[in-house]
């Protein structure tokens, strides 16, 4: 449903509150993912 | 009839004739009759397939250059060195032919240069993409030109062209940062037009970073066309560089979709668009995203992780496919979204044959230069001389 706001400021809050939480998700997720991506990849070497 | 005209008329090559013929009608109906025509555009929907296809998706998908450039000669990935050829002249290719189809909805030919010489509209954003386009094509035209010198046996201008390498790729990845944001950026003054789910003050963005994702997916794809058809014009080099390089860029391009999927969470999250999902539009929005980003993301994970080479070329075409609705949706789909259904853009099978007539075109051209010069081999005069 959706949501009504009544001032510029709600709304902010509202949505920055949101994308800041799944900012944090993405940040994690993409090491995970990076972490899936080259988990096979040859080990480079280390002298 | 002897060996080599039977050879000649393969079904391809009829096909190919058969479309080029049609081509040529259409094109004289185009600039004899007028746009109107052969188009069904009208004020509302001034710009139809020629610019969502034609330019929109030839623009992105010609993105290959400056991605395979810009990885062996600014990134050091030497590996990458023998997909350079063939991508830049996919990219000069499709460039070149991006001018040429916006010459069909332009119309005079001879006012192309109008806004470079004549009337400068330089607070328009399509002044910049002119611009952008016109320098890019002339970039690409002499980072590809190695190939026709040595074909031609012009030794000394060649050798000229090879040191301005470096240059001219930095050139290459400035220019196309500039021109692929700025057709997004184009839709940015039509927030009532464009559909809320699509529509973006990011657009730019979403643009710059979608054609990274269509550049590496279109290496991919056309190797795999290129595997089909010239594998006899490919030298050793190349055969066995092509794993390497379709599997780098797979993985950055699952990397790429999977950076872009997030940034279009948090777009939807910041204009609270959420509401739209529950409709028809976003059902659509959702194919998009899940069908098109998400899927070909994970596929390309995946092909990298097995070393599937199968699952990375099944990846491409969604890749690119993801490309040309991403970009329907945004010129055309999406567009005008509120006006009733008699008023909306749907184009005109005319304007279709003329996108069928360009794309033959493009691969006939490219099928020439392949054949003839030195793109998937390396001239046997100029061995390791780059």
Not at chain 2, 90 to 108: E, I, R, W
Request: glycine share 8%; aromatic share 16%; proline share 4%.
């Amino acid at each position: 449903m959706e949501h009504i706001y009544y001032t510029l400021h709600q709304f902010m809050l509202h949505t920055k509150s949101i994308t800041y939480v799944l900012m944090g998700v993405a940040l994690v997720s993409f090491v995970g993912y990076w972490l899936f991506l080259t988990g096979r990849d040859e080990k480079m070497r280390k002298y | 009839m002897n060996d080599n005209q039977k050879s000649f008329w393969t079904p391809g090559n009829v096909l190919t004739a058969f479309i080029l013929a049609g081509g040529l009608v259409l094109t004289f109906l185009r600039f004899y009759k007028g746009i109107g025509a052969v188009t069904n555009l009208d004020d509302n929907n001034p710009w139809g397939l020629w610019i969502g296809f034609d330019l929109m998706c030839g623009v992105a998908l010609a993105a290959g250059g400056y991605v395979t450039s810009a990885s062996c000669y600014l990134f050091g990935l030497k590996h990458y060195h023998s997909a350079v050829r063939p991508a830049i002249t996919t990219a000069f290719l499709g460039y070149f032919f991006v001018v040429v189809a916006l010459l069909y909805d332009l119309g005079h030919p001879w006012r192309l240069p109008y806004p470079l010489v004549l009337s400068q509209g330089t607070t328009s954003l399509l002044f910049e993409v002119g611009l952008c386009v016109a320098t890019y094509v002339s970039v690409l035209f002499i980072e590809w030109s190695p190939a026709a010198l040595e074909w031609l046996g012009f030794r000394k201008i060649r050798n000229f062209v090879i040191k301005l390498t470096l240059p001219l790729t930095i050139l290459g990845v400035v220019l196309s940062t500039m021109h692929q944001s700025s057709l997004g950026a184009l839709f940015v003054i039509a927030p009532g037009k464009l559909h809320p789910l699509w529509y973006s003050s990011f657009l730019p963005v979403f643009f710059f970073i979608s054609s990274m994702v269509a550049g590496s997916s279109m290496v991919i794809f056309e190797g795999t066309l290129a595997h089909k058809g010239l594998h006899h014009k490919m030298d050793e080099t190349h055969l066995k560089e092509a794993e390497g390089v379709a599997f780098g860029m797979a993985k950055a391009a699952s990397f790429i979709l999977m950076g872009y999927f997030f940034i279009k969470l948090f777009d939807i999250t910041m204009d609270d668009d959420w509401q739209y999902l529950a409709t028809g539009y976003g059902a659509w929005f959702l194919v998009e995203i899940f069908g098109f980003v998400l899927l070909p993301s994970f596929l390309y994970a995946l092909g990298v992780r097995e070393r599937n080479m199968k699952i990375v070329r099944i990846a491409s075409v969604f890749g690119v496919l993801g490309i040309v609705i991403n970009r329907f949706n945004v010129s055309m789909i999406a567009f005008n979204w509120q006006l009733p259904a008699a008023e909306r853009y749907f184009p005109n099978w005319m304007e279709v044959g003329i996108s069928i007539f360009i794309v033959t075109v493009i691969i006939t051209t490219y099928r020439f230069i392949a054949t003839k010069m030195p793109v998937l081999y390396e001239h046997p005069e100029y061995k390791d001389a780059h």
